[in-house]
């Protein structure tokens, strides 16, 4: 299996964006705390995570391959792991095809992949643009107003209650707890 660091170097040698890549560390930060909710292994579900997006700047015209071309670079590298591959291709499964989410890994990525994204978007219109100034409250609140960050996919979110049996208010607070976790690699 790939490891952290030649995960997060498979990441940066492929994106240039500072904001996706902190978006990447954000999903990872996640997963390795939902990971640890469901006793699963924490190092590939947060691997999974670290990787989901790294191929974003390459696929950006071409949604189909996204998430594809991460697992053939995994492959190429001799890296590839079933597990891993399987959660990265089912969170784009809309664009590439692939099966929807099959397992708890694969739902909890799909899920907190947007919710970190309204996290962070409910973070810059706090008067201190702060993580430690968030509540659940605060995410919940722009959760409901739909013209808020409107392009975040609320049902993907609120998958995380039928699909993994977390309420929404405790998902919220379960992502929110591991981005505070990071926040100085957040840069929030
Ligand atoms: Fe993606
Ligand atoms: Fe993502």
Request: hydrophobic share 45%.
């Amino acid at each position: 299996m790939v490891t952290r660091e030649q995960a997060f170097k498979l990441l940066t040698d492929n994106v240039k964006n500072d904001n996706l890549v902190r978006h990447c560390l954000a999903v990872e930060a996640s997963m390795r705390a939902l990971a640890n909710y469901f006793h699963e292994d924490e190092e590939s579900w947060g691997i999974a995570g670290l990787l989901h997006d790294a191929d974003w700047e390459v696929t950006r015209d071409a949604p189909e391959e996204h998430a594809k071309k991460v697992v053939e670079w995994l492959e190429d590298l001799d890296l590839g792991d079933e597990t891993i591959n399987k959660a990265i291709l089912a969170h784009n499964h809309f664009h590439n095809g692939h099966n929807p989410p099959q397992n708890t890994m694969e739902w909890a990525l799909f899920c907190c992949d947007e919710l970190t994204g309204l996290i962070v978007a409910t973070t810059l219109v706090m008067p201190s643009k702060k993580l430690d100034d968030v509540a659940v409250e605060n995410v919940m609140n722009k959760f409901g107003s739909k013209s808020f960050a409107a392009a975040i996919d609320r049902e993907q979110i609120q998958m995380c209650e039928t699909e993994l049996d977390i309420p929404i208010e405790e998902f919220v607070g379960i992502v929110l707890d591991a981005m505070k976790a990071k926040s100085e690699e957040l840069g929030l």
